[in-house]
């Protein structure tokens, strides 16, 4: 079992992320366009299949946990990996939407396993002073997903099995860096430990808080993921090629979302909310009101990218900082927000564009985007207690110890090289 450094296990968690979250999950919304035409669905059809793996993202997360601590850090990433790549390989093959539908389910189950395993391998290997920065850091690698995505559709023009034939073959190779870069570490409690503390009910609070402005922000961005180039191309009369440095740009800006999240979450959590969350909105009308100006497209897929990043580290964030050392509950509740925010809106949003549709119903979800940032001076930011305290104080060093045991029950060392 080999240990890395906390730099280099962020960079191995970034693209495992980047196949997981990147390739199975959100390249899905960059071939909407093609998928639509070629197995000719509707726009109420597609937002459903969009909302399939958002629901077994949730289902799968309340259980991963549980999963990670019986199989292990490494066979739990493995594992998640894998279905990467039977969801990829099964929606390269598609014929209807049925077969789309079981795929981007087994793409849903890759990305809820995903992050509770590389949490567990994080713990094993990364000094707790420097979790959120490195939670960060493999939560930008969504980014680099995307990004890599875009040369599928600037070069294989209308051929999107074969884009999501190499999907799968990436994810092959998720398989083996997690079987090879992942240890395989399990957690017992010693019999002096001490427990960590109950949750009170401020904690309660603000964790309920923390997941309705997670749920509202996946709502709105569930318009552009799902229907972003579908607009440009239906609307805006682009190409399918021009559609992809949407998604380019998108990737390339959301790479800045892993610094915003941190000066974020030691500054002023609640401001950089509502910023970042005015901007989402700016994208959304931007991209509606100008679909057949490119450099206008691309420029709002530059701000959203930027702007969901930026809030998806700052959720994540905040989920660390509001229950230190319960990185299976804080962390996975924020995603759990976001993804069932995007399930509750991917269906909607394909509603609302086939009754009214792409500009009034961007337009609607810019509204709702508008209320929520103005809703920002509630977001559960830290107090002035946990500003003034140390990352040792508030528990993010071991206050509640847990010794780590590899495959053969041996103790592992902990922290960075």
């Known amino acids: 079992m080999q240990q890395v450094s906390g730099m280099r296990f962020a960079l191995v968690g970034a693209i495992l992320i980047a196949i997981s979250f990147g390739l199975a999950r959100f390249a899905f919304g ?21 909302a399939l793996p958002l629901i077994s993202f949730v289902v799968i997360s309340l259980v991963a946990p549980l999963v990670t601590k019986y199989f292990g850090a490494r066979n739990t990433t493995v594992l998640s990996a894998s279905f990467a790549v039977v969801g990829l390989a099964l929606m390269s093959q598609a014929r209807g939407p049925i077969l789309l539908g079981i795929g981007v389910v087994a793409c849903g189950i890759c990305t809820g396993l995903m992050m509770p395993a590389l949490t567990a391998a994080m713990q094993a290997l990364v000094d707790r002073s420097i979790h959120g920065r490195v939670s960060s850091v493999m939560n930008a ?16 023009v209308g051929a999107w099995r074969y884009a999501y034939f190499s999907f799968t073959l990436a994810a092959i190779v998720g398989v083996l860096l997690a079987w090879y870069l992942i240890p395989s570490v399990s957690r017992f409690r010693p019999s002096n430990a001490v427990p960590p503390p109950k949750i009170t009910a401020i904690q309660c609070w603000r964790l309920f808080s923390l997941f309705l402005f997670a749920f509202a922000m996946g709502f709105i961005a569930s318009a552009y993921w799902t229907f972003g180039p579908d607009l440009a191309i239906n609307l805006g009369a682009l190409s399918s090629q021009q559609s992809g440095w949407l998604w380019l740009a998108l990737g390339i800006a959301g790479l800045g979302g892993a610094v915003i999240s941190d000066l974020a979450d030691r500054n002023n959590p609640a401001i950089t909310h509502a910023l970042m969350l005015m901007m989402m909105t700016t994208s959304l009308t931007l ?26 580290g700052l959720y994540l964030m905040t989920g660390i900082r509001l229950l230190p050392g319960r990185l299976s509950i804080g962390p996975v509740l924020a995603f759990v927000a976001c993804a069932l925010g995007q399930a509750v809106g991917s269906p909607i949003i394909g509603l609302l564009v086939g009754k009214f549709g792409y500009a009034e119903s961007f337009s609607m979800f810019a509204v709702l ?27 993010l060093q071991a206050a509640y110890d847990y010794q780590l045991q590899d495959d053969e029950g041996e103790p592992l060392q902990t922290g960075c090289e």
């Open 30 to 50: 960059l071939f909407v366009p093609q998928i639509r035409d070629d197995l000719e669905m509707s726009a109420n059809t597609i937002g459903i299949i969009a």
């Open 141 to 156: 690698g969504t980014s680099i997903g995307v990004v890599l995505s875009v040369p599928a559709v600037l070069f294989l």
């Open 287 to 312: 991209l509606a009101a100008s679909p057949s100006q490119i450099y206008l497209a691309v420029f709002s897929a530059l701000i959203f990218g930027l702007a969901y990043m930026s809030l998806t």
């Open 369 to 395: 985007g508008i209320i929520i940032s103005l809703l920002s001076p509630f977001y559960p930011g830290r107090t002035e207690v946990e500003t003034e305290a140390s990352e040792e104080d508030t528990g």
